[in-house]
């Protein structure tokens, strides 16, 4: 049930993002700069440090997508996050297992915690993009 609502918001993220025109997809939209391709980007470090235990280094950061990095590299780049994290999701035997191996100064949460979590993140920013891709070119809906 956990991986079957994270997978719906995954893919409802991924939806708002298709066919958008580039310039819409980094046109900051709202006043704290927010866009479209940024929250891809942001999601897909997520991903990796909820499930895999990477950090970043500038979380704020992580929600701009570079300059260089076309929308296609960037979608690319969250499948694979995705991806990654449903290995260590399905090598998971039981939830109340730590999530990932942790790392200095810190424990992993539990597969169960990281999922619950990782499914509100996605959710609230799938909601994000809902708001920005209406403002971008007016498609609402999934």
Known sequence: MLTG????LR????????????HDLRAPRVPSGTNLLGLVEHLA???RFVFLGERARDWQATFHAAPDASP??????YREAVAAA????????????P???GGPGGSAPSMRW?????IEETGRHAGHLDILR????GATGR
């Open 45 to 47: 470090h997520v991903e």
């Open 5 to 8: 609502f994270l997978d719906y």
């Open 86 to 97: 449903d290995r260590a999701i399905a090598a998971c035997q039981d939830l109340d297992l």
């Open 72 to 77: 296609r590299d960037v979608v690319r780049g």
């Open 134 to 137: 209406e403002l971008a070119d």
């Open 114 to 118: 990281a999922l619950v979590h990782m």
């Open 11 to 22: 893919g409802s993220v991924l939806a708002k993002v298709d066919g958008v025109p580039e």
């Open 99 to 101: 999530a990932h191996p």
